[in-house]
């Protein structure tokens, strides 16, 4: 494990490279450039400026629609090994922050309304401290979570990994996991108080525990998530 604690490292997976500025491809069915698949309802709005609204109208066919900054990104349904993944960690997430009575733990699909970002991103886990917890009523939560945790696809790694992460980091969100299944590697990123850009706090093979600033008494072994492999 590597930690960091003032100097600013390379803030993407190793085998992940960051987006060239301006490019917003996902490798998924349709790039966030295309939208022509979906049905004309209703006249769709050009790539950056989607709304909420506009969300609101997109049709529930299996596909997972977010937005970023007004740009559309879709995916397809989620994979068995990144369900296995989601659903260990919130596990394991969700029992350490209701022993210790600190909050809520969430798994997808739950919609996240950052501030400043026009759109709408699920993240795939997210943890929200007690005073911040949404009205039972909430269909969106407006506001920033303390904690998400992405689970990255071979189709949505460069988003997770660069464009998520901006939007989290802009947003103000505490602290960002990224947990790759495939590369069975897991990175921390934290905003330091007072801070406006992550440094990263932990680099996790298998064989290592998971550490966190935010929470500090949780540790998780890495492979405790992972499908049974190397």
């Known amino acids: 494990m590597k930690l960091c604690e003032t100097s600013r490292l390379p803030r993407i997976l190793p085998f992940a490279p960051r987006l060239p500025k301006g490019e917003t491809v996902i490798k998924t069915l ?6 022509t698949f979906l049905e004309p309802v209703a006249a769709w709005p050009e790539q950056g400026q989607w709304t909420y609204e506009d969300y609101l109208r997109l049709p529930t066919d299996g596909r997972r629609y977010e937005i970023v900054q007004g740009v559309l990104y879709v995916a397809s349904a989620p994979s068995y090994i990144h369900q296995y993944v989601v659903g260990e960690i919130h596990a394991e997430l969700r029992y350490f922050v209701k022993k210790n009575k600190l909050g809520i733990v969430l798994p997808a699909p739950f919609d996240v ?50 464009i998520k992460l901006d939007a989290y980091e802009q947003a103000g969100v505490r602290e960002y996991w990224i947990i790759d299944p495939i590369a069975r590697f897991a990175l921390v990123y934290s905003l330091p108080e007072n801070g406006t850009e992550y440094v990263l706090a932990g680099e996790f093979t298998p064989k290592e525990h998971l550490t966190s600033p935010l929470l500090p008494d949780f540790s998780l072994l890495l492979a405790d998530v992972l499908p049974p492999g190397e």
């Not at 349709?30 to 939208?35: A, F, G, H, V």
């Open 30 to 35: 349709p790039t966030p450039t295309d939208t």
């Open 113 to 162: 309304r950052l501030p400043n970002q026009r759109g709408v991103i699920q993240p795939d886990v997210l943890f929200i401290r007690a005073e911040n917890m949404p009205d039972p009523e909430t269909v969106a939560f407006r506001g920033v979570p303390d904690l998400v945790v992405e689970v990255p696809s071979p189709s949505t790694r460069r988003y997770d990994t660069s």
